[in-house]
T-cell receptor, first 113, second 111 residues
Framework: DGGITQSPKYLFRKEGQNVTLSCEQN?????MYWYRQDPGQGLRLIYY???????QKGDIAEGYSVSREKKESFPLTVTSAQKNPTAFYLC????????????FGDGTRLSIL | DQQVKQNSPSLSVQEGRISILNCDYT??????FLWYKKYPAEGPTFLIS?????DKNEDGRFTVFLNKSAKHLSLHIVPSQPGDSAVYFC??????????FGTGTSLTVIP
C-alpha cells in the first residue's frame, strides 16, 4: 500500500533540545512538504522540496531545518530556536507540476515537557 | 493575510440532511480549488476538486460549487452520514505546487 509514514505519532521534547520528525513516502512523488497545525488555524507551510537535494522555506521556517537527500525521505528538525514548538506536524507529498493534490501522513504531535 | 477563509468553525447537521460548508477566497487569479477531509489524529485526505472553468463538480454525495464573481466555493454533502463527521478544509494553489489552506470547518452529523 502506497502512502506517507510519519513517525513517531507522539513526541516529547525538553526545552533546549533539537528533535527530528521522520517522513517517508513510497508514492514516488517528487515534491514533499511540512506543515504545522495549531488549534483554530489552518495548515501553515514550514518547508517544501520540489526535488531531491533542493528545498525552500515556507511561511514559518524560523526554528526549523530540513534535508532531502533521498526522494523518499524529508525529515524535519525542530531546533531549540523554535520558541513555540508544541503543535501537530503534517508531512505531505505530491507529483510535480501544478494543481496536484497533496497526500498527507497521519501527523506527529510534538509536546514540550 | 488569509487568502482562504472558512468563517464557520463548526456545523451540526442531522443525518440524512444536507451539509453545506463554505469557503471564501481573495485572489481572482486562483484557478483550481480543493476540499480535504480530516479525521482526528489523522492527516487530511483529498476529497474533491474543481477547476475555475467549471461552476460545479459532483462525486457521489459530494458536490462542490464555485461562484467566481463572489469568490466563493461551497461543498454540499447529500445525504449527510455520521461517518462524514470530520474537519473539512478548502485549499487553493499558490506557486510551486503549494496550497493555501483554510482554517477548517468541523462537521458533526447527528444520528
Amino acid at each position: 500500500d502506497g502512502g506517507i509514514t510519519q513517525s513517531p505519532k507522539y513526541l516529547f521534547r525538553k526545552e533546549g533540545q533539537n528533535v527530528t520528525l521522520s517522513c517517508e513516502q513510497n508514492l514516488n512523488h517528487d515534491a514533499m512538504y511540512w506543515y504545522r497545525q495549531d488549534p483554530g488555524q489552518g495548515l501553515r507551510l514550514i518547508y517544501y522540496s520540489q526535488i531531491v537535494n533542493d528545498f525552500q522555506k515556507g511561511d514559518i521556517a524560523e526554528g526549523y531545518s530540513v534535508s532531502r537527500e533521498k526522494k523518499e525521505s524529508f525529515p524535519l528538525t525542530v531546533t531549540s530556536a523554535q520558541k513555540n514548538p508544541t503543535a501537530f506536524y503534517l508531512c505531505a507529498s505530491s507529483r510535480g507540476g501544478g494543481n496536484q493534490p497533496q497526500h498527507f501522513g497521519d501527523g506527529t504531535r510534538l509536546s514540550i515537557l | 493575510d488569509q487568502q482562504v477563509k472558512q468563517n464557520s468553525p463548526s456545523l451540526s447537521v442531522q443525518e440524512g440532511r444536507i451539509s453545506i460548508l463554505n469557503c471564501d477566497y481573495t485572489n481572482s487569479m486562483f484557478d483550481y480549488f480543493l476540499w480535504y477531509k480530516k479525521y482526528p489524529a489523522e492527516g487530511p485526505t483529498f476529497l474533491i476538486s474543481i477547476s475555475s472553468i467549471k461552476d460545479k463538480n459532483e462525486d457521489g454525495r459530494f458536490t462542490v460549487f464555485l461562484n467566481k464573481s463572489a469568490k466563493h466555493l461551497s461543498l454540499h454533502i447529500v445525504p449527510s452520514q455520521p461517518g462524514d463527521s470530520a474537519v473539512y478544509f478548502c485549499a487553493v494553489p499558490r506557486t510551486g505546487n503549494q496550497f493555501y489552506f483554510g482554517t477548517g470547518t468541523s462537521l458533526t452529523v447527528i444520528p
